[in-house]
């Protein structure tokens, strides 16, 4: 039987051949009909890994990104994308997630971008790149590997400045991608599809835009050769000097108070675990940096804070600042830059940012995973394993001491506010923490540090994404339904605080409903812009003079007071308003019975403002309506 298969698959064999010589080896007609159905099949799915096409413009891009492993491409509806979308469906592999807005459709790539590791593709309408730009900042920020479309006008009718003409439609994005390109010709489609993808895959990651005129893209006919993309990736495995290694060895071995800063660079590496490890060999504190990532496990007795937003603790003690993929910290990043008597070892695969504004030791460009890798083996080597123990316990308890000093500092400030109604923020987080699964991924968009401080963070807890190192407000709704779409199997939550929500987002609450994306949307939802109102209570002269003649010109949200729940009903989702403790437990337990039924669910938490001119509610009594001279 092997050897008619093999003939029926060299096709030196007939269908009828093939049945007629199995009818003679005894087979029955349904036995002979099961093995051509399965021949069949292994035939279709036997497809070379290069090819020839000839298809419509469109018809290119979707075998492109089915050769680059694409399964979900985010899109806002346009016509010029018809012959995309003729392509899409007639290849169900190509699964598309359409948004209502471009900014939505862009924080929904980089959500699965960031929650799968893997590039994600985002389709939007020409007219629509102005809308994309916040959020294409983010991703940009955040290294993101996006490969973005759009379509255009003809190129015959351009600099006319018609409909939907600019002079140059790749300008705009020029800050925020890696590469941009206009195909010019069709017969260079999948060239140019395959370069963007390569380079906004390859470390360190960013969006690439690719913008294709009518004509391009409605092409007819089009001749292609459709290779694998594995084919141009540029795989990196950046090794560390050896030198470099025993000299950083040295200097961890010998420091008195040293600090390792993490960043986004081990998180994207997978190295987060080998991170652990490192630090507890030595009993080496940890930092979490600059970062779209919760990179470090927070309830970790070596955790000592943030150097974003904020100043770990013995920072200004520090004598060796090892920097593991993030920013150096500075006063830009809402924080001190490391003391002039600590000796700095940067190690970074975005090797051009090291040194740009601090003296370094010791620069390392080399990959995270491979350099830490490589400490643990040298310091193994170097030192005994008696001094090792010296070393790590004597460092252990001030660091343990210090964790635990931390902790109760923070839950004493907790303490006068844990009851209160409205929520405290703090008594929120804590209650979701208890109610969430160990592995769930959450996507922070609110101000300030509670969740990292209420909520338990690390490689092997609940992750942490956002907020987005870019803070263009706008992101974590979308950025949850693509985070979803790339782990359908974890718990999915997105934390936003109420002036995020109304930036955009609404829009986003349509696509959840439509494609079943079932996560939770808590809005953290104090009537304010809490952090801006102290901002411009700080910085103003009125303020600092009489506080008491301050007033509050934009912060205040109320007035109306926006009902969420209300507002997702409206696109068929369900959803509760909350606003004492007691009432967090249970809102968690329908949200996850909602999700587990495969639906979005929404929790409209009133919590309570915090910080100057946080009671007051007076804003600027405007009414057109009252100004008015004719009541029409």
Same mark, same amino acid.
């Given at each position: 039987?092997?050897? &008619?298969?093999?003939? @029926? ?20 007609? #349904? ?11 292994? =035939? ?24 680059? *492993?694409?399964? !979900?491409?985010?899109? #806002? ?35 699965? /971008? ?10 939007? $309408? ?19 590997? &996006? +490969?973005?479309?759009?379509? *255009? *006008? ?68 089009? /001749?292609? #050769? +459709? ?25 961890? &071995? ?37 970062? %779209? ?8 007795? @070596?955790?000592? $804070? ?18 593991? $993929? ?20 940067? %190690? ?9 504004? !601090?003296?370094?030791? @010791?620069?390392?460009? =080399? ?35 210090? !964790? ?5 500092? @923070? /839950? ?34 609110? *101000? ?21 190192? $870019? ?71 009125? =303020? ?28 068929? +989702? ?11 437990? &249970? ?18 938490? %009133? ?26």
């Amino acid at each position: 039987m092997r050897e &008619l298969i093999k003939k @029926l698959l060299d096709q030196d064999l007939s269908r009828r051949e093939f049945a007629k010589s199995m009818l003679a080896l005894g087979f029955s007609a #349904t036995a002979i009909e099961s093995v051509l159905s399965s021949v069949a099949n292994a =035939a279709t799915s036997s497809k070379p890994e290069v090819f020839e096409m000839a298809g419509s413009g469109g018809e290119v891009v979707a075998e492109c990104l089915k050769a680059a *492993g694409v399964e !979900y491409v985010f899109d #806002t509806n346009s016509t010029g994308q018809t012959s995309f979308y003729d392509a899409c469906s007639t290849r169900p592999e190509l699964n598309l997630i359409v948004a209502l807005q471009e900014g939505q459709a862009t924080s929904m790539a980089q959500g699965y /971008e960031l929650a799968s590791g893997r590039l994600a593709a985002l389709f939007l $309408g020409s007219i629509g790149i102005p809308n994309s730009l916040s959020n294409l900042y983010n991703a940009w920020k955040d290294r993101s590997s &996006l +490969i973005v479309f759009s379509d *255009g *006008g003809d190129t015959e009718t351009a600099g006319r400045d018609g409909f939907q003409q600019v002079d140059n439609w790749l300008q705009p994005t020029e800050q925020f991608t890696k590469w941009r390109w206009e195909i010019r010709h069709p017969e260079r489609i999948s060239e140019m599809v395959r370069r963007g993808i390569k380079l906004a895959g390859t470390p360190p990651g960013g969006p690439v835009y690719i913008r294709m005129p009518r004509e391009v893209l409605t092409a007819e006919d089009v /001749e292609q #050769t +459709i290779y694998p993309q594995h084919k141009f990736d540029v795989p990196l495995q950046l090794e560390p000097r050896a030198e470099a290694i025993e000299e950083a060895t040295r200097l961890l &071995l010998d420091a008195e108070s040293p600090l390792i800063n993490v960043g986004a660079e081990v998180t994207r590496a997978g190295a987060n675990a080998d991170l652990v490890e490192l630090a507890e060999l030595l009993s080496i504190r940890f930092a979490q940096g600059y970062s %779209v990532f919760g990179d470090v496990p927070v309830r970790h007795p @070596l955790y000592g $804070g943030s150097t974003s937003m904020g100043f770990p603790s013995g920072f200004r003690q520090t004598d060796v600042f090892l920097n593991l $993929g993030s920013p150096m910290p500075d006063p830009s990043i809402v924080t001190s830059p490391v003391s002039a008597d600590a000796t700095v070892i940067n %190690v970074r695969v975005e090797y051009d940012k090291i040194a740009n504004i !601090y003296p370094t030791n @010791l620069a390392i460009a =080399a990959g995270q995973k491979e350099t830490i890798r490589a400490l643990i083996d040298s310091i193994e080597a170097t030192a005994t394993r008696s001094q090792i123990r010296k070393i790590k316990s004597a460092r252990l308890a001030k660091a343990e001491e210090s !964790y635990a000093a931390s902790r109760q500092r @923070l /839950e004493r400030r907790a303490q006068s506010v844990w009851d209160n109604v409205p929520l405290a923020t703090e008594r929120l987080c804590y209650e979701m923490d208890q109610a969430l699964e160990k592995d769930a991924i959450i996507l922070k968009e609110t *101000g300030g540090n509670t969740p990292r401080n209420w909520m338990n963070f690390g490689p092997d807890e609940k992750q942490l994404i956002g907020q987005t190192t $870019g803070y263009a407000l706008g992101w974590s709704c979308g950025a949850a339904m693509g985070a979803k779409i790339a782990q359908p199997d974890r718990q999915v939550v997105s934390l936003v605080g109420d002036g995020a929500m109304l930036f955009g987002q609404i829009e986003s609450l349509w696509t959840a409903s439509r494609y079943d994306i079932p996560i939770t949307i808590v809005v953290f939802n104090n009537r304010s812009y809490d952090g801006e109102r102290g901002r411009i209570h700080l910085f103003s002269k009125i =303020a600092r003079k009489d506080k008491a003649s301050w007033k509050d010109m934009s912060c205040y949200l109320g007035s109306p007071d926006v009902d969420y729940v209300s507002i997702a009903k409206g696109f068929d +989702i369900d959803g509760i308003q909350i606003s004492r403790p007691e009432e967090v437990a &249970l809102a968690m337990q329908r949200a996850a019975a909602v999700n587990r039924e495969g639906r979005p669910y929404l929790i409209d938490a %009133v919590v309570a403002r915090r910080g100057p001119g946080a009671e007051s509610t007076w804003h600027p009594e405007i009414s057109i309506a009252a100004r008015r001279s004719k009541l029409i």
